[in-house]
Nanobody, 115 residues
Framework: QVQLVESGGGLVQPGGSLRLSCVGS????????MSWYRQAPGKERELVAG????????NYADSVKGRFTISRDNAKNTVYLQMNSLKPEDTAVYYC????????WGQGTQVTVSS
């Protein structure tokens, strides 16, 4: 079955950096687009970034452009989200998602940006 496992979240000060990872299993990882979403308390889940199956095409929410970078290593079945210049408003649970005949989500990893 499709499984996605995120890691790398934590507490970081404003201006700091974190790198999230998401390992996929149970499907042909290299054949599917991958995305990162986030959900802050009291808000709807929103798209943060997406990457094509080969990694050649990416897209970002306006709020993270120039600060976040999505990438993937298909040999490791892993998609990454490098987050730089973090702001308090980036605080949220971050999820990776794969569409494999339907939406599959990881369990999420908490990112807290606070001094």
């Amino acid at each position: 079955q499709v499984q996605l496992v995120e890691s790398g979240g934590g507490l970081v000060q404003p201006g700091g950096s974190l790198r999230l990872s998401c390992v996929g299993s149970g499907f042909t990882f290299s054949g599917y687009r991958m995305s990162w979403y986030r959900q802050a308390p009291g808000k709807e889940r929103e798209l943060v970034a997406g990457i094509s199956f080969g990694g050649g095409s990416t897209n970002y929410a306006d709020s993270v452009k120039g600060r976040f970078t999505i990438s993937r290593d298909n040999a490791k079945n892993t998609v990454y989200l490098q987050m730089n210049s973090l702001k308090p408003e980036d605080t949220a649970v971050y999820y990776c998602k794969a569409y494999v005949g339907g939406d599959y989500w990881g369990q999420g990893t908490q990112v807290t940006v606070s001094s």
